[in-house]
């Protein structure tokens, strides 16, 4: 049989994406708003988005920045100071999900959760009100490579059993854990980024350091890299594209204390469309990119639609001062702009 060579999406979301503010934002939102119809983004700026003003003057500069065409999802951040009225107030200005990071597991977590058993009355105000709760989850102090499997097991578990009301998202699953976890628990969802998609620690680690893979959670065994691959393709319902694509400038990067994140917003389709190519699964990437996600968090499938075609390109080396995933390398789908 002929391969296939076109292949037309719903316009996908995506379901966690960093899109900074200032000239960063500028620099960078094209590259979501060009293949994606909404997007989940994070608050961790500096400051924060932490509560609904937060909200409105986020908001406010992402669509200065882009097209009405592109509707941005609101999120704010969850620390220790966050109480009930915040979350309901929050709401009430559009924020779909509060996102938790404990503290300083990644990029600008400072002032991440100490003690998350006491958020309990703000969990309960978010299940009551109908907002998200989306988790980076792993255990600060833990060994690196075990600290989203702790974190599940210790948190997310109980949280979700007692909870059941709660809609959780664990963001960016790096491990086979995280896949089973989500199984297990019918108010429990999962993101899975692209380059989660290809990378193991060796990558990162394994030959000449390439900080360019380094992220957070980072890249895990083989044998996890595949689960989630089996996950991402499998139709599950509650698994779905976040691609938390998180520039940093080069020289931020390629440094001493270099920054956790990978930039991969420029091929986030393509090389997702690569994957379910692979495996012969095509028609399966609708309900990964544009359909499992809105479901399960409550919202209206997009209209429209996007169009990838078979297509060797290669992907620039840099890109406004950041370097792209799949850097220098070639791939077999380009995806035209929405
Ligand atoms: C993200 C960033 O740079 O903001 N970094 C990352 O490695 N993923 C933060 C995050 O999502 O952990
Ligand atoms: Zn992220």
Not at 102 to 126: I, Q
Request: charged share 20%; hydrophobic share 40%.
């Amino acid at each position: 049989m002929d391969p296939i060579t076109t292949l037309t999406l719903r316009a996908p979301d995506d379901w966690h994406v960093h899109l900074r503010d200032g000239p960063m934002l500028k620099a960078v939102v094209w590259h979501t708003i060009k293949q994606f119809r909404r997007a989940l983004v994070m608050p961790n700026l500096t400051p924060p988005v932490l509560t609904a003003d937060d909200v409105h003057a986020y908001r406010a500069e992402i669509q200065d920045a882009t097209f009405p065409t592109f509707e941005p999802l609101m999120t704010i951040k969850i620390t220790d100071r966050t109480t009930p009225e915040i979350v309901r107030a929050a709401r009430e200005a559009g924020a779909v999900a509060g996102k938790l990071y404990p503290e300083g597991v990644t990029t600008n977590s400072e002032d991440g959760v100490r003690s998350f058993w006491d958020l309990r009355p703000v969990f309960c105000a978010m299940r009551d009100c109908g907002m998200i709760l989306s988790l980076h989850a792993e255990t600060p102090g833990v060994f690196v490579m075990d600290r989203e499997a702790n974190f599940l097991h210790q948190y997310v578990s109980p949280l979700a059993v007692s909870l059941p009301g709660l809609r959780i998202v664990v963001e960016h699953a790096t491990s086979a854990a995280a896949v089973r976890l989500v199984d297990e628990h019918p108010n429990v969802g999962c993101t899975i980024t692209p380059h989660h998609l290809y990378l193991t620690l060796d990558d990162v680690v394994g030959g000449a350091l390439n900080p360019h893979a380094f992220c957070k959670p980072i890249a895990k065994t083989h044998r996890d890299r595949d689960e989630l691959v089996k996950a991402a393709i499998s139709g599950h319902p509650r698994i779905f594209l976040g691609t938390d694509s998180a520039p940093h400038v080069i020289v931020k990067k390629e440094c001493a204390s270099g920054c956790a994140g990978v930039f991969c917003a420029p091929v986030a389709l393509e090389t997702v469309a690569e994957v379910f190519d692979r495996h012969s699964v095509l028609h399966r990437m609708e309900h990964f990119v544009a359909e499992a996600g809105a479901k399960f968090y409550g919202l209206p499938l997009n209209t429209g639609q996007i169009t990838l075609r078979r297509e060797t390109w290669r992907v620039p080396e840099d890109l406004q001062g950041v370097r792209p995933f799949m850097a220098g390398k070639e791939l077999a789908w380009k995806s035209r702009s929405l």
